[in-house]
């Protein structure tokens, strides 16, 4: 018996492939969009350890910035991701056309610097998701279009990216209201 259990420690010690290996780590930040994204990542699959930090209200360049002020992020490696979601919150009514243009530079430059810090770890940037709430010939949707072309190009440009492209998700995959994303999304 006691033979057994000295077995099993070497095998599990030695064993690459033991449940003592860390798991890679998923971490999503994003503004309310993410909401529950964690959790029901957590329970579709156990091969990452799945963290989320959610920042409701929060404009993509302040998760982008958080994001590259983590700590805990020097730790990552090339096994590991961060997925970040944001923009909805960048895209206010009252905006104007002059206002939406620098949106859409300070979104940007935000992304290029985070890209350029996590060279190390696997990066997925989600393009801003379409808003339902607005009306559909308003100039919002073309500054949407724009910030998502340039995240497409962002990127493509970059070996360590990856998109999720969250503005090709229908009006069913939005809440009643359109602006957020729901379960189906």
Request: aromatic share 6%; hydrophobic share 35%; charged share 20%.
């Amino acid at each position: 018996h006691s033979n057994n259990n000295g077995l099993k420690k070497r095998l599990t010690k030695n064993n690459p492939k033991s449940t003592n290996v860390k798991k890679p780590y998923k971490f999503i930040l994003a503004d309310s969009q993410g909401r529950n994204l964690a959790s029901s990542l957590t329970n579709l699959t156990d091969k990452f350890e799945v963290f989320g930090h959610i920042m409701p209200g929060a404009t993509l360049e302040s998760i982008a910035n958080a994001t590259t002020n983590s700590i805990k992020l020097k730790s990552y490696t090339e096994r590991d991701w961060i997925v970040l979601i944001g923009g909805t919150n960048n895209i206010k009514v009252h905006h104007t056309a002059k206002d939406l243009n620098k949106i859409s530079e300070t979104i940007i430059s935000a992304l290029v610097n985070l890209i350029e810090k996590l060279k190390n770890t696997n990066l997925v940037i989600a393009t801003v998701p379409y808003r339902y709430d607005l009306h559909n010939d308003q100039e919002h949707h073309k500054l949407i279009a724009e910030i998502n072309n340039n995240i497409r190009a962002l990127v493509y440009n970059n070996t360590n990216t990856h998109l999720l492209d969250l503005h090709l998700l229908e009006r069913f995959c939005h809440t009643r209201h359109g602006y957020h994303i729901n379960k189906n999304g």
